[in-house]
RNA sequence: GAGGUUGUAGCUCAGCUGGUUAGAGCGCCGGAUUGUGGUUCCGGAGGUCGCGGGUUCGAACCCCGUCUUCCUCCCCA
């Protein structure tokens, strides 16, 4: 009846090691976080269906993973929609919970669930899972963990320029070779459609010139057309298209290519005042790029938008972010805007492992382990290993009496740091043979000196 | 959600046009070394060939279904 286990699709196992290795980029996130003055706060796994459903667009609703109504619950399924084929409906009336999707919904309805209890602006960060019932690919799971900083309830562009430099201080420290952080503002892409007459297109637009490194120029016009904007529309498009140059070169050719459009303008404006003070100040190992085809997000971006790709290694985007000015509205909470970005800290171990950049002592084990020799020795040794741990030095004793050579064994695999031996004749003497693993040495040291020595 | 692809020992993979007892390296276990790991030498164990059907005298190999892997779309961290 032995089943062979598995887990589901795109979800993985880790080993001590792997979550050695995860704890290192969570903790590396969460102290920058900290240091720029965002507070931890947590949200369910699950949240009612009505709060996640179409907040994502229709796309995002099909990735929702749905809990089933159970009990007497499941008498309240829609038959009548099943009869219509209103599938997404019937469904809707099975499932009246959903697994999370992100941090940034949660987050919204949290805000507006405590405004009595917040002080605004606030500033709130998040480390947990979210779950996307995706086709897994490389770097793209159903579970995945993702690490969020948020401000509501501030205008000010202060947090963007804050946020860019999170971003470059959390990946200058993973050590990664080179990424590009790229920016954009939803209102420069208002005023891009708006200066083509086709305002109302703005979404398709968008998705479309946001494809242009991968499908190419006229891949781009072909999905334009398809989308059915005018000729005349895409013409104005084109020299988009070539822009290229430093920051400075790409908003002085936007700043013309605007002029005529207000909420262009602003964007400009709130592109270049970011811009300028991250570049005042300067990034660490960061390359802050203005990027007029970045368009992610546009369910609710209202401003800036930011995107992070590591260099050398392939890899879809490992953080995103932007502003949102009504996230709340959603939730019956108007006039409150909030700015945050996202690790994606499953793709970033990913980039660490294939680039080799882990510490190599996350895998450190306990500092000493006592082998065993049997009843009476292993007495004596106990009694020393209950003194170390006394003195919070980690310490442990092999549970059996078995060959030293397999406790030696035990000790290298488990990455010990010290081995102590303590026998017959060292039970004569009052003493423990110390050895320590990483150079072999190894000294007699009476159990008196003992605590003393690992405190070093 | 659409199309393609993959699955053989714990891991990485061989396995001829379908043909007897399915192989290697690494790892694991034991011994050389019953008070010394990581190196070396010798020996050993370990496989429902993803799962379920079908074709065939005969299937790891062919066909169908299903799950999984990776890839391209879609979308995204």
Known sequence: ?????????????????????????????????????????????????????????????????????????????????????????????????????????????????????????????????????????????????????????????????????????????????????????????????????????????????????????????????????????????????QLSGNNEQKISFLTDYLKNSEVGKQGIQELETVINSVEEIGLSKGILEFDVTLARGLNYYTGAIFEVKAHDVQMGSICGGGRYDDLTGLFGMRGLSGVGISFGADRIYDILTTLNLFPSDLEKGIRVMFVNFGNTESKAAYKLVYDLRKNGISAELYPDSVKIQKQMKYANDTKVQFVALLGKSELDSQSVQVKNMHSGEQSQLSWSELTTFFNK
Request: glycine share 6%; aromatic share 10%; net charge negative.
């Open 1 to 241: 009846m032995a089943q062979k286990p598995s887990i589901p699709k795109g979800t993985r196992d880790f080993l001590p090691i792997d979550v050695a290795k995860r704890n290192y980029i969570f903790s590396t996130i969460r102290n920058v976080f900290e240091k720029y003055g965002f507070n931890p706060i947590e949200t369910p796994s699950f949240e009612l269906s009505s709060t996640l459903l179409g907040k994502y667009g229709e796309e995002g609703d099909r990735l929702i993973f749905r809990i089933l109504n159970s009990g007497e619950k499941v008498r309240k399924a829609d038959l009548e929609a099943l009869a219509a084929d209103n599938l997404p409906k019937f469904a809707n009336s099975l499932a009246e919970k959903a697994l999370r999707y992100d941090l940034t919904v949660p987050f919204a309805r949290f805000v507006v669930q405590h405004q009595n209890e917040l002080s605004f602006p606030f500033k709130r960060y998040q480390i947990q899972p979210v779950w996307r019932a995706d086709r897994p690919q490389h770097g793209r799971y159903q579970e995945f963990y993702q690490c969020d900083a948020d401000v509501v309830g501030s205008d000010s562009l202060l947090h963007e320029i804050d946020l860019v430099f999170i971003l470059d201080e959390v990946l200058s420290a993973f050590h990664l070779p080179g990424f590009t952080i790229k920016i954009n503002n939803r209102k420069i892409l208002s005023g891009i459609a708006e200066v083509c007459g086709e305002l109302e297109k703005i979404v398709d637009i968008t998705v479309a010139i946001d494809k242009l490194d991968k499908i190419g120029e006229e891949g781009v016009v072909q999905e334009l057309t398809n989308r059915n904007i005018s000729s005349s529309a895409i013409e104005l498009i084109k020299p988009l298209f």
